[in-house]
């Protein structure tokens, strides 16, 4: 990372920031000024004509709050008791570019400039974030509706600000897509990454080939919502069980036409060559030969192949106006074309030396496709394989070098690693202050280089994401941090000034009914300790929270105890905590701390390793595994999946001995991919449980030098599988296992 906090600290720190509103992402510039306007009965919003829509929008957002008229009229003019709404291409706008805006607050009046009605439209947003938080609720208020004075001078940093969702694993209706898109264009996102193809299902209406969404978008599920890629299943049959949906052409054009109105460019993604399991099970002749398997990577050999994606992308650019399409052209598993007389025939004849080149042949045949057309494709960091294609823009998803290596062939790149902006990943993995604190541009760059980033964006992969309440926590407040990453030049970002933001913002978020994740309660000791007394506190919560627990051993709900100040629990005591937030009922996770009397030492012959049972069976949380009979039994030198026999469906029993060698404090990092359970001496440490991708929690132990039996029980579903257990502390921490 190009900038430690402590730079990015000390550099903002000049630039007095602490006297911003809680606009996010924050102005470049901000100038506070006497006074406030004051919206009121009276006000009239005024705009030259070509921003007309952006004075409407303006007027459709506050009118069920405040209850006022707020009628709209064309003209230049700027009038008392008005907000207006200008066009200006004076030098000092200009330089603001297409997206930037001057706002000036006085008293009397609001006057909004920018050289086109993209930078007005920000403008907007921002005022809307200086309003009260009340004026987002979709109700009348009563409130004094102010917005302190000011001068603004603002403009984004880079001309990519995207947010992703995959609507195949999950579909996700209409009325949601345009929810989503209103929350990240009041962030000031300008493109919405719609995932529409994958082997979870076809989400998009095609005249031509109507089984894509008869069939493709329908999918057995065996519970609502559940996710197995193993057991993806398009019986054909509709019985009324089946899970899934599709967007029609009508809904499509109608969700593009409601982003633009809000400056957001849809961009879809129409998966290729690999992750396409529903059209080859709507139509099977565009799998290879010989065909069986589950097939989801379209035949590189066959001309109908190319036949097929020529006419829905067609449709696909009758739809979209976008100058980008996404193609993927991720994970493909080649093993398929290795094995196909049509595709090693396509090699020869092409003189194309291996199956990456093959690759590389069909992204450049898809690429002059859309060129011809006067689109641009966009690929995931894998169609770098092979050879990039002439006009491809880069997606980097595996870390940053991807972008790198595109850039330094002269194309642009668009940045989003796993390590900041995969949203599917836990908080704990991917917190927002690491993505707050991602810079797009690589400090390996060179400024000409540089400029290629067309900038980055958050994904949300929606495996475990089933509902609607689920993206919207997993999206949010992360989506908020990279807004701002995006909009403001890296040594402008403080991070402490962000948080600040952030504990206001969270009354927007509740005003607007997002399900964001709350923080959960900061204890500031250990969460386990081994003694006959311990002592629980914790950081205060966010302005407008509380942290409620309990001792009895139930789940606080909003009745439970205000925590106010530290408090002695004893021996076998458990305490439950989350933090609620005083304008919304979702709580935040759970945080658990106990005590627990120190354990009696165990005597006997230990030796280093793990003892472990392994067990098959499919499960979406962890199973008693005293009551199974395991597969296989062994020893080993570590703990992780090697020991499986099956890539799915298996389960492990790891147990031993700790062998604490110094009294103190260790912090105990548990990852897994499915579920997982870490115990010490009978008592609960790490509760990672569950069907989940890879997700990291961690718990910090308070312990005496002995020796300590722990139990750590694993599972995998189905798709990856990981395991790992990290243990920090004052001393080296050895595994021992007892002896034969």
Not at 30 to 54: C, H, M, N, Q, V
Not at 203 to 209: F, V
Not at 549 to 574: C, E, H, L, N, W
Request: net charge negative; charged share 20%.
């Amino acid at each position: 990372m190009r900038h430690n906090r402590d730079v990015l600290l000390a550099s903002a720190a000049m630039l007095s920031v602490l006297a911003s509103p809680a606009v996010i992402p924050r102005p470049l510039d901000y100038s506070p000024k006497p006074g406030a306007f004051r919206l009121s009965w009276s006000t009239t919003i005024i705009a030259s004509a070509e921003a007309l829509d952006e004075a409407q929008f303006l007027a459709r957002s506050l009118r069920p709050a405040t209850g006022f008229p707020l009628p709209v009229r064309g003209g230049n003019a700027e009038a008392p008791d008005s907000i207006v709404l200008l066009l200006d291409t004076s030098p000092e706008v200009a330089a603001l570019g297409r997206e930037g805006y001057v706002l000036a607050i006085a008293p009397d009046r609001i006057v909004a400039r920018s050289t086109a009605p993209a930078g007005l439209f920000y403008a907007v947003q921002t005022l809307r974030q200086m309003l009260p938080h009340e004026s987002l609720l979709p109700t009348k208020q009563t409130n004094d509706w102010l917005i302190p004075c000011a001068r603004i001078t603002d403009k984004p940093r880079f001309a990519w600000r995207g947010m992703h969702l995959d609507v195949s694993r999950h579909f996700f209706p209409p009325e949601f897509i345009k929810r989503f898109i209103d929350l990240i264009a009041l962030h000031k996102f300008n493109v919405f990454h719609w995932h529409l193809i994958d082997d979870g299902g076809w989400r998009m209406e095609s005249l031509q080939y109507p089984l894509l969404t008869e069939r493709g978008a329908w999918r057995s599920a065996p519970k609502r919502g559940e996710w197995s890629q193993s057991a993806l299943n398009f019986p054909g049959t509709r019985s009324g069980d089946e899970y899934g949906g599709y967007y029609t052409r009508a809904e499509i054009r109608e969700i593009v036409a409601y982003a633009a109105q809000r400056h957001v460019t849809v961009v879809p993604e129409i998966e290729l060559p690999g992750h396409t399991l529903p059209s080859i099970v709507c139509y099977p002749n565009l799998a290879c030969d010989p065909p069986g398997g589950n097939q989801n990577v379209y035949c590189a050999g066959s001309e109908k192949t190319f036949e097929f994606l020529e006419n829905i992308l067609d449709e696909t650019l009758d739809l979209f106006p976008s100058p980008y399409i996404h193609i993927g052209g991720d994970e493909v598993y080649k093993g398929w074309w290795e094995n196909c007389t049509r595709c090693r025939g396509r090699m020869a004849q092409e003189g194309l030396r291996d199956v990456d080149e093959l690759q590389s042949y069909f992204v450049r045949r898809i690429d002059a496709f859309l060129t011809a057309r006067g689109r641009k494709l966009i690929g995931w960091d894998e169609i770098l394989e092979g050879g990039l294609a002439p006009n491809a823009t880069v997606m980097s998803w595996r870390g940053t070098q991807g972008g790198i290596e595109a850039v330094r062939q002269g194309r642009d790149a668009i940045m989003c690693p796993t390590s900041h902006c995969y949203f599917d990943y836990s908080y704990g993995t991917t917190p927002t202050e690491e993505v707050y604190l991602f810079d797009p541009a690589p400090e390996a760059l060179a400024p000409d280089e540089a400029s290629r980033i067309l900038g980055a964006q958050g994904n949300l992969w929606t495996e475990w994401m089933p509902d609607e309440e689920r993206v919207l926590h997993m999206a949010f407040p992360r989506a908020a941090a990279l807004a701002e990453a995006v909009w403001l030049p890296q040594e402008r970002k403080d991070l402490d000034d962000f948080l600040r933001r952030l504990n206001a913002h969270y009354a927007r978020l509740d005003a607007l009914g997002v399900t964001y994740r709350i923080p959960a309660p900061q204890p500031t000791a250990a969460t386990l300790t081994f003694d006959e007394v311990a002592i629980v506190a914790f950081q205060p919560a966010p302005p407008g929270m509380v942290i409620r627990f309990t001792t009895d051993g139930a789940a606080p709900d909003a009745s439970s105890p205000v925590y106010r100040q530290p408090f002695k629990i004893s021996a076998g005591t458990v305490v439950r905590a989350a933090t609620f937030s005083l304008r919304s009922s979702h709580p935040s996770d759970e945080v658990r701390l106990a005590c627990v009397l120190p354990h009696e030492q165990r005597e006997g012959n230990l030796v280093p390793g793990v003892a472990y049972r392994l067990y098959h069976g499919s499960w979406s949380r962890l199973p008693d595994f005293d009551a199974l009979v395991p597969v296989a039994t062994g020893a080993t030198d570590r703990i992780g999946v090697h020991v499986k026999q099956r890539e799915e469906q298996y389960g492990v029993r790891f147990e031993g001995y700790l062998n604490i060698s110094a009294d103190g404090e260790y912090e105990f990092q548990l990852g897994s991919d499915d579920g997982s359970v870490l115990r010490i001496a009978g008592a609960m440490v790490v509760d990672n449980n569950g069907l989940h991708a890879f997700v990291e929690r961690s718990a910090r132990v308070r312990m005496k030098r002995g020796v300590y039996p722990f139990v750590l029980d694993y599972f995998e579903q189905g798709g990856a599988d990981a395991v790992s257990l990290r243990i920090e502390g004052p001393a080296p921490v050895e595994l021992l296992r007892a002896g034969e």
